[in-house]
Every structure is written in C-alpha cells, then in structure tokens.
C-alpha cells in the first residue's frame, strides 16, 4: 500500500506562480511511475505530468508543457509540480497518483493509488 497526500494548492493570480507537494509513505516506491492530474468542474480528469521515480525522466501534457514542471525528492519522499505563469483555465482539483508497474502513463486507468486532492484556483 502507497499513501499519497497533496498540499499546497490555493488562490493564485493568473501570471502568477505556485508549488504543490504530493508526500508519499508506504511500501518501497522506487520502482513506481508518480504523476499529476486535474479535474475541473463538470470536466474529465485530465493528464498533467508524470515523473518515472527511479530516473527522474518527465513527461507532460500539452496544456502545462513549459509552463509546469514535476520534480521528485528521494530523501523527503515527496513529489512536486511547480506550476508558473498560471491561467484561468489551470483552475482545477490536483491530484497525485502513483502506478506499481513503473510506466508513466497519461491514462487515469494505470494508475493504483490517489491521493485527496487539492483545489487550485486562479484568478483572472
């Protein structure tokens, strides 16, 4: 079993800047692919990036590509996604979520755990 806990979200100004934190505590994780997704009201779910833990290679969705960026810390056991220069339209619930087999993948179907959720809202 994987735990994952998201912070961090909250009111930004469009142009503006935030980091959200996914803490991560279980079972040994070093294999597994860990990822960001969002989900606006009345919207799917909807890919953002995704990290492989063990390389640190990145992947992203076109809406965020340049704009956001995913980072993993080994020591602290924590995932981040430092978004910059935020839209009206990145207004969403952000989730982490992370995959056993180790695949990054863009599909809310590989992935095994979630974490809560949190709210990031940005203001025109």
């Known amino acids: 079993q994987v735990q994952l806990v998201e912070s961090g979200g909250g009111l930004v100004q469009a142009g503006g800047s935030g980091r959200l934190s996914c803490a991560i505590s279980?079972?040994?994780?070093?294999?597994?692919?860990m990822a960001w997704f969002r989900q606006a009201p009345g919207k799917e779910r909807e890919f953002v990036a995704a990290?492989?833990?063990?390389?640190?290679?990145?992947y992203y969705g076109n809406a965020v590509k340049g704009r956001f960026a995913i980072s993993r810390d080994n020591v602290k056991n924590t995932m981040y996604l430092q978004m910059n220069s935020l839209k009206p339209e990145d207004t969403a619930v952000y989730y982490c979520?992370?995959?056993?087999?180790?695949?990054?993948?863009?599909?809310?179907?590989?992935?095994?755990?979630w974490g809560q959720g949190t709210q990031v809202t940005v203001s025109s």
């Open positions: 979520a992370a995959d056993s087999d180790g695949v990054p993948s863009g599909r809310t179907r590989d992935y095994d755990y």
């Open positions: 279980g079972e040994t994780f070093g294999r597994y692919a």
């Open positions: 990290i492989r833990w063990s390389s640190g290679t990145t």
